[in-house]
Each structure stands twice: as C-alpha cells, then as structure tokens.
C-alpha cells in the first residue's frame, strides 16, 4: 500500500541494538509515547509489516536515529557495521572512549528536531567562549512561552556538544519542578546535583557540630563549588519559574521569598570564579542575576521553512500556500502547531485536510493550548490581568503599538507605574515585547487570543476598552486631507471606527468614516487609477470597516 514503509533486516538490526543499549523492551511504553504510536505499531515495526510513513520515522527518531532511511527496506546498505557503530554512538556515547562527557539520565529526549542553527551557533559560541569575550559570562538564561522549544532545544545543545570537541567532563540536567508548580526540597536538590556530577557519595556527617542540618546543606555547597572548579562541568537548570515571584508585578522576575536558598546557590554558582558553566531555562526573565556575567537569551517561533517541515511531517493535505498561513497564524510556535497537525490529521471532521481547518476556525486556541498559557495568566497580578486583556483589543498586525495605546487604556495608574512595573513585569513573563524592526510592542498571536477571551468575559470591561482605543485613535494627529495619497494616512481613523463599532458607539463610528468616504467619493476612477491615490484605499476602509460593524454605515 502506498505511504507505508517496513523494516529491512539490517536496519532491524540496527535498532534492536540500539534499543538494548537504551535499556528498553520491544514494546517499551516510553518508546511508544516518544513515537506517539501505538503497541499495536510497535509490534507491527518489529514484525517487519509495513506502517505508515510518518509512525515508521517516528519510531526511529525516539531512540535519536535520524536517518531513517538506513532502517527503511529498500534503502542499499553497504555495510552495516560502521552504521551499526554508529547508531550506537548516538544513543549510548558514555560507551565510547573518544566522547567527554555521558548524557545525563534524565536529558529529555528530542523526537522531532528542527533546525534552529543559528540559537545552537550561539549557545555553543557563549558556552565554548568561542569569540574570546572577557569575562566570559558564567550562565545562560534561556526564555521563552511554554511550548516554543526551550527544552527542546538545550537537550539537542547537549546531545550536539557530547559529539564534539569540548571542554566538560560531567553534565547535570535538573528540573525545579518538582510536582506541579512546586519546586524539590533545596537539600534534594543539592544531593541530585553533585550525584549527577560526581560519583562520590554526598552525605557528609559532621563530628562536633552544634547545628547539623545547616552545616550539612554547607558542606554540600563547598562540595559543588570544588567539583565546578576543579573539572569543567555543565549544569541545566530547567523550569527555574517554578521558584520565582507571582502574583505581584513590582516583583516579576525575582526570585520568591521561600526559595531564598535557591536564589543564595544561582548568584553564588555564577559569581564565583570557576571552570564551570550553568544554563537556566524559564519562561520567565531572572531579573535578580547579574546581567554582566548572565546572557539572556529569548527563544521565539520556528522559521516559516522549519514550520512547514514539522505540519508536512504529519502528512497533512494541503497547499504550500495553506501550509504558510498555519504556520503564520500560530507564528511558528512549535507546541501549538504539534498539536493542530494532531487534530487536523486525527480528527474525522478534518482528515488530514488544512484547507478545511483553516476555512473552519476563526480561532487559534485549543483546550490543549490554551492550557499552557494558562498557567502564566495564574502567575499574573490582577493588574498585569487587566492590561493584557485590555491592550488585546488592539490589532497590532494593522497598527502599531506604541506606549501611547497602552497607556490609553491604563488611565487608572501613572505613566511611571505603568511603564516601571506593569509593562516590564509583562515583558519578563514574555506575554509582551517590543519589536525594534516594528518599532512597536506586539503580542503573540496566542496570547492577543487569551488576553481578548480574558475580555469577554465581562462584557463592560469590553466595551470600555474598545472606547479607550477609540478615543486613543482619534487624538492621533493626520496630515491634512489635501495630502493623503495612502491607506497608512487615514488608518487612524479606520482603527477607530473599528473601536467605535465594537464598543457600540455607531454614530460615533458613522462621523469618523463617512468623512473619509465622502472624501473618497471625490475622485472618479481614472483619478483612483492613474493619481497618486491608492486604487485599493476606498476598498480596504470598506473590508476593514465590515470586519468591525458587520456593515458598512451609510454616510449622513
């Protein structure tokens, strides 16, 4: 049948090699939920029947063989223990004499990698101080929205850096979450690490000593930093939000007063002078670690070419044109787009085909995604709430957002509030930025989407916001109307009609646009067609109104 693939008998080799170096049965669970397939599937891969394409591939990448067509039937091998060799390699480099480091235990595993070179190049040229900075900076702060491949993208770093010439000899990857939103015990966490690190054992009794536990906990501590000094290690520190403030934006970044030990061990590992490198990744801004020895790095969507490979790897049936608009509506982010290729592929109303999705759904959240951004809105202050909610009526793909439109709706605080402390307290929780090549702040599509239901919840609070963009618009000065030659001349007022319709104010919308029109009406066509009038302008105020009032008021 056509779309499936089974495995040759030297592939199957391979694999099976590959899967005993991993510990693993047959029909592992974990490499079943890896490969997102069945047992079923499994069984059928071993028995060598033929599968679908995308569950075969998928079953190779879970146990890091990327080169599927080696174990693909078909596919000429020419001798199968170089390749054998090789796929060991990948899985189980602690094994191989040439590598400097064994991959942590508990690394997670990368089923679906993407090209992101160019944050790899980067992480590798900061961690390896390959453009000889001085001082280098001791860690790395990686941030981003849940789901946009932090993780992803550090354990692939590290997998990369295990077969390559580098300086570590030992490397720890520690969650800071411990149970759901909850960090481990310090203590626990402290025994994890230097276990990870070393294989000496970590309880030191102390003779004579009036105060056990805490010289206890310090012993520790002298014990990690003499590992970090005396052998080059590599420390992840993954979910570090876990362990910061919420529910106050003066304090968004910090860390919580509870993990006090915590935020002592971070600034005390990346301000002592030592051989040793510490990568945090959050999905929030450390604002307490000293940016002088702390590069941040924000993590945004895949590339519009790296996108598409993941939908196409779905076999979804679609268009490249539709692929791109997906890809677009969701900005790349790769855990949302994972989880529409599932529905769109599993679900019966849809069957593969995104032209039908796309044509369906005027919405981007789904339950499973709307989960993930869940779990930041509980972190935020009833006040970071009401700004995110308000300033999500605002279409900044249409018109930029400056500190203007967001102060417009903010006129309860002052500037100095707003900007100090609401905004920046945003900007660490990554639900806002600033786009320098916009000149504008902008908000993920996911998150324009919750903050607007957020909105609607109340339907006041909607109306109100939408009428302080209507006035924020209209206090926007315009040249005079002897001048306008484009749409961006007049789209200040088409903004504002927008607000005006959506806030129930028609008459108010009525005055703004039938001047416009009624200006419009002055040139024929020839004018439109051969002046310096846009032809398109009449028609794009027409669509842009009909998306706010549903139809278009007859100018008085």
Request: hydrophobic share 40%; glycine share 4%; charged share 20%.
């Amino acid at each position: 049948m056509a779309g499936l693939l089974r495995a040759s008998e030297e592939g199957l080799k391979i694999i099976d090699m590959v899967r005993r170096n991993l510990g693993w049965n047959k029909t592992e669970d974990s490499w079943c939920m890896a490969a997102l397939v069945s047992t079923a599937t499994l069984k059928r891969f071993w028995a060598r029947k033929g599968i679908r394409r995308e569950n075969f591939i998928n079953i190779c990448k879970a146990v890091e063989i990327h080169n599927w067509e080696y174990i693909a039937e078909g596919y000429k091998i020419l001798k199968t223990e170089p390749l054998l060799a090789a796929s060991i390699a990948d899985i189980a480099p602690d094994t191989q004499t040439d590598r400097t480091f064994a991959l942590p235990d508990n690394i997670p595993l990368v089923w679906n990698w993407l090209d992101r070179t160019s944050h790899l190049n980067t992480l590798k040229t900061l961690i390896l101080n390959l453009d000889n900075r001085n001082p280098p900076p001791n860690a790395i702060a990686l941030v981003g929205l849940p789901g946009i491949g932090k993780t992803t993208l550090i354990s692939q770093l590290i997998r990369q850096l295990q077969t390559e010439n580098n300086p570590f000899v030992a490397v720890a990857w520690q969650s800071l979450e411990f149970v759901k939103n909850q960090a481990p015990q310090f203590d626990w966490f402290l025994d994890s690490l230097l276990s990870a690190l070393s294989s000496a054992d970590t309880t030191f009794p102390i003779q004579n000593a009036p105060s056990a536990a805490p010289v206890h906990t310090f012993q520790k501590i002298e014990k990690l930093l003499k590992l970090l000094k005396n052998q080059p290690c590599l420390i992840v520190c993954d979910r570090l939000e876990t362990i910061l403030q919420f529910g106050r934006a003066e304090t968004a970044g910090y860390f919580a007063e509870t993990q006090s030990e915590y935020a002592w061990l971070f600034k005390l590992l990346i301000e002592t002078a030592h051989q040793s490198k510490i990568i945090f990744i959050s999905r929030e801004t450390l604002a307490e670690l000293p940016p002088t020895i702390t590069r941040e790095i924000t993590i945004d969507g895949l590339t519009n070419n790296c996108a598409i490979a993941l939908l196409t790897s779905f076999n979804l049936i679609g268009t490249i044109e539709e692929m791109t608009e997906l890809a677009q509506r969701y900005q790349g982010h790769p855990q949302a787009l994972q989880l529409i290729a599932s529905l769109i592929r599993d679900d019966s109303e849809y069957q593969s085909n995104v032209s039908k999705f796309l044509q369906d759904r005027d919405w981007l959240l789904t339950r499973p995604i709307e989960s993930l951004l869940d779990e930041m809105i509980a972190r935020l202050s009833d006040i970071e709430r009401t700004c995110l909610s308000r300033i999500s009526v605002y279409q900044t793909a249409e018109y930029p957002l400056n500190f203007a439109g967001i102060a417009a709706q903010m006129p309860e605080v002052s500037k100095y509030e707003l900007k100090e402390n609401i905004i920046l307290a945003l900007k660490r929780r990554q639900l806002l930025y600033y786009d320098c090549q916009r000149l504008s702040y902008q908000l993920h599509p996911l998150v324009r989407e919750k903050g607007d239901r957020i909105l609607n919840q109340n339907p006041e609070n909607f109306r109100t916001a939408h009428r302080q963009a209507y006035r924020y618009f209209i206090s926007i000065p315009l040249k005079p109307e002897c001048e306008w030659q484009h749409i961006e001349d007049i789209k200040p007022l088409i903004r504002a009609h927008y607000h005006g319709c959506q806030a129930g104010d028609l008459d108010a919308a009525n005055a703004i646009i039938s001047g416009v029109c009624e200006y419009l009406r002055q040139w024929n066509c020839a004018e439109l067609v051969c002046g310096n009038i846009e032809l398109p302008l009449l028609a794009e105020v027409k669509n842009i109104s009909l998306s706010g009032a549903g139809k278009m008021p007859t100018p008085q």
